[in-house]
């Protein structure tokens, strides 16, 4: 799967699709994709920036949710012309891919919590742009399949599946290492979304209690043995302070440290399957 003219999704190389849970301004986007370029480069993996142009699912109407769309694809604009780096990010409603998302960001991606509207899944897929699909957080990994189809079906294949972890109506999300075989099985590359599998609902993420990364390095150890094509995960220069997902965003030395971490595991892996 061809991302741009640098980074194809192949299964012989390995992904960083990191950045800020929402985009907040200039200099932080700016500071967080210097820091996560390096460090891919650094590791030897490709890096995809990922910040949402717009979170619709706060759990209040009184949180920030993103910048009004046209300054936000600004931001994208020059950080692409600045770093030369891709861009993914969420669109919520399909009249969003008429106001210029399409000519700037370079894979769509849908939210967990929308992956079942057909209209929303269909529109994104006809741009012909890749597509991140997101599991949703109350779907069996092989009801994805479903979701896929609904892509193949406008005839774009360019699919990226990411696993979140699973809800069952409580505050923690659970990771089962299953659902990343069964969704390699459908023929498309996963990736496992670290930071929210360990974000707590209902809790406001400025809460410490709202995300457990005290897990973090164990699960993230895990997943990067089951030899998928890479991790997704959100990082941000001064997490306590982020106006979204405060408590389950990285820190840089946080960051520096897992992901680091992460791709030597998983390279370790793919050698020992040679």
């Known amino acids: 799967m061809k991302i741009t003219d640098k980074i194809e999704v192949n299964g012989s190389g390995q992904l960083l699709m990191a950045g800020n849970c929402v985009l907040e301004n200039k200099a932080i986007a700016f500071k967080t994709i210097d820091f996560l370029k390096q460090l891919a480069e650094t590791i030897g993996v490709d890096f995809i920036f990922k910040a949402s142009y717009k979170k619709d699912n706060r759990t209040s109407e009184k949180y920030f949710s ?40 370079d894979v769509l991606q849908v939210p967990a919590y929308l992956a079942m509207q057909t209209e929303l899944v269909t529109s994104i897929a006809k741009t012909g742009k890749p597509v991140n699909l997101k599991k949703a957080q109350f779907l069996h990994p092989e009801e994805m399949e479903r979701v896929c189809k609904k892509v193949e079906s406008t005839g774009n294949q360019s699919i990226i599946l990411t696993e979140r972890g699973a809800c069952f109506g409580y505050r923690d999300l659970v990771v089962d290492l299953r659902s990343l075989q069964i969704m390699k099985s459908m023929g498309y590359p996963v990736l496992f ?42 990082v941000h220069p001064d997490p306590k302070n982020a106006l979204c997902d405060a408590a389950s965003q990285l820190s840089f030395d946080e960051a520096n440290r897992l992901i680091t971490r992460y791709f030597k595991i998983a390279s370790f892996v793919r050698e020992l399957q040679v």
Not at 71 to 79: C, H, K, Y
Not at 86 to 103: M, R
Not at 200 to 221: E, N, V, W
């Open 66 to 105: 993103g910048l009004p769309l046209p300054e936000a694809l600004r931001i994208f604009e020059e950080a692409k012309k600045e770093f030369d780096v891709p861009i993914v990010s969420d669109v919520h409603y399909p009249w969003e891919l008429d106001e210029g998302v399409t000519e700037v960001v």
């Open 193 to 234: 979304d670290a930071g929210h599998s360990i974000r707590r609902y209902g809790i406001p993420s400025a809460d410490p209690a709202g995300g457990s990364k005290q897990f973090l390095q164990t699960m993230m150890s895990a997943c990067a043995a089951t030899d998928i094509a890479g991790l997704f995960i959100e």
